[in-house]
């Protein structure tokens, strides 16, 4: 078991972070080289402690505990005594190179050195150090203390001892593991593309509008957020760099190509709720505009966009991404769905995925439609995902 736990940024997820660490019980440091920072994340989360009491979820007794655990540090040189150190800064891979170097200078040879990256290559990130060997990915969601799920992701430099003592620290800080290998966008990031992508795409051919997309994908669906919502949440600007690293760092693979649409809203600032305006209003006096409530144009869209997610699933298994088990819990448990990707293929048929997928490559000729060979090897012999657990 893991007890010192260092930080590195006091932004809002190395602040969920440090929350999640020391309710678990661990002696917490989080740095930030800003100390107004570091108070902005004290004050922060003494609001977020007393939330959690009004609802009567936690007492006076284990929000002191809770606090006592957290140490609020400005020098990296304070972190030396971590035997587990969780980076969580800007994604800019050079910067995490160059804050990790200088870590290792101060840390003992065992302490594990691991960053929260999105979507970066974390083999890369190990490279920058002497002991590469000691580095790994985890993952965690926004916001980190409510979200179930933490991506492992071990580098091929990564020791077996590393990730197994990594996976057994945040299984006891009570969050679910997906162990998933060092590819762009681990697990969510790269098969949670199409619900934007495919989205985007529908609108640009004046399928529907934002509105009806949205209303299609909850109603029938049963997704609490519709992808323009969602994207308006998350900010078009992130939402945006995420989808371009993504397709850049699989070789321009149409299947990731960002949209014109995004992009030029994301240039005029329309970043969504952060900017008071994205594909919706936000200002007081907007009025949000009505979907139109045509359930058959509900139903293609819904499974034009739920049979690319599946396709994206399976090429995730059939690459070896991540387990069966884990893509449905990612999905699941870190982005919120209704169903594991996989189980919703086993309910519409892998059959009806072929089929739909064949359909929509004839019609377009892109490289974007092509169905993923498990798929195809799976209908061709009448097969089922989890069929070794049924």
Known sequence: MIH?????GSGTM????????????????????????????????????????????????????IQSNIQYVS??????????TIEAIVENIEIKKKVFQELESYVSKKTIIASNTS???????????????????????????????????PAIQTSDKVRRKTAENIKNWGKTVALAKDTPGFIVNRVARPFYGESLRIYEEGIADFATIDWAMKRLGGFRMGPFELMDFIGNDVNYVVTETVFEAFYYD????????QKRFAEAGYLGRKSGKGYYDYSEKASKPQ??????????????VLV???NEAADALFWQVASEEDIDNAMTKGVNYPKGLLAWANEKGIDWCVEILDALYNEYHEERYRCSPLLRRMNANNETFFRDKL
Do not use: W
């Open 4 to 8: 010192k736990v260092g930080i590195i």
């Open 14 to 65: 190395g602040s969920g972070i440090a929350q999640v660490a020391a309710t678990a019980g661990c002696a917490v440091k989080l740095y930030d080289a800003n100390t107004e920072a570091l108070d902005k994340a004290k004050t922060s989360l003494k609001k977020i402690l007393n939330r959690l009491i009004e609802k009567g979820r936690i007492d006076e007794a284990e929000k002191s505990r």
């Open 75 to 84: 020098s990296l040189k304070d972190l030396s005594d971590s035997e587990l």
């Open 119 to 153: 979507s970066l290559s974390i083999a890369s990130i190990a490279s920058a150090l002497k002991k590469p060997s000691r580095c790994i990915g985890i993952h965690f969601f926004n916001p980190a203390p409510l979200m179930k799920l933490v991506e492992v992701i």
């Open 254 to 261: 149409p299947r990731y190509k960002p949209a014109f649409t």
């Open 291 to 304: 979907p139109k409530e045509d359930v058959a144009l509900a139903q293609k869209i819904f499974d034009r």
């Open 308 to 310: 690319m997610l599946i």
